[in-house]
């Protein structure tokens, strides 16, 4: 009886052992996971969104955001900008009441509505004069009906323009509220692209003219005030619903776990929200301010030879939905190789 004793206790120790080892979640694979967001988004990508998924899931991401307060040498030396055969690109008629005023990099695109223009994103201050004022003339279309700007996120590429366009036009600019006073903290590097403060947007904001609308979505990440959108369009008098992604790459702290992650979050949380509000608008194009990304640049040369064929930007309502889970599931595998590096694993 004595010994028996030892042997119960035995027992029960390693039963509760045993429990114990169940119980315990099991070692978090990081590698696999990220293996797994990246499969997801190379599937999301199929051919259409090879741009968006090299970009966001395996080029080297920027690491952080821009704190400096330097006058760009293309400012100071209007000689130091970029050679014209390097951005410049012809205007295009894209849809009815929709035109591309952009470069072969970055876009600009003019809403035509029957009481002026809407234009979302301005390009550089080096080329907008030439790619949306000469654009819009080459077009038909006058530079002075253009009644709002908007500007999708405070980025050299998209407010270079702005200034310009309200300061001759009178053009009203809309931008998030953290980009209006990034402009307002750095006088130096936003310099002849500062437009005085008009409209702050908020999420829901509609923006109308003319009998057509832009409904503005806040979707902070790529900076804390990029802005996208939704709205209609005409196909040879058909309605088509667009959605446009203000904003793509990482350009936040993305190289230490804090604020890496929370900053992934954002941008992650932004993707669902602009893909909720796509998915509700039943929007077919795809949109953004790089061709990189819509492939706009090639596109415009491929309506040329449309014809009675479908158009080269109408996508379907699944493939918009897709590009989201392109961005989502990129910004994921890179959230968790930083809950990796916080593991210390």
Known sequence: MIDSMPRKTAVILAMAATAFAQTR???????????????????AAGDEFL???????????????????????????????????????????????????????????????????ILIDTIFPYNSEELIEGGLRKLGLAPKNIKYVLISHAHADHIGGAEMLQSRYGAKVVMGAADWDSVASYPNRYKTMAPKRNIVATDGMQIKLGGATVTIWLTPGHTPGTLSYTFTVLDRGKPVNVAYSGGTAFNFVNNTPDPGIRNFQTYIDSQRHMAEK?????????????????????????LAGRGDGPHPYELGADM??????????????????????????
């Open 25 to 43: 979640p099991a070692a978090r694979d990081f590698d696999a996971e990220i293996r797994a967001a990246q499969q997801a988004a190379k599937t």
């Open 51 to 117: 741009g968006s998924l090299v970009r966001t899931c395996f080029l080297p991401q920027s690491g952080g955001e821009n704190t400096t307060d330097t006058l760009p040498n293309y400012v100071t030396n209007p000689a130091s900008a970029p050679a014209r055969a390097t951005w410049f690109a012809e205007p295009a008629k894209v849809f009815d009441n929709l035109y591309f005023v952009g470069g072969r990099i970055h876009s600009s695109w003019a809403l035509t509505t029957s009481e002026g223009i």
């Open 278 to 302: 796509a998915g509700a608008a039943r929007a077919t194009v795809m949109l953004s301010n790089h061709s990189e990304f819509d492939n706009a640049y090639n596109k415009n040369r491929m």
């Open 320 to 345: 918009v939905q897709r590009y989201f889970k392109v961005l989502e599931n990129c910004a994921r595998a890179a959230q968790i190789a930083l809950e990796q590096k916080q593991a210390g694993r």
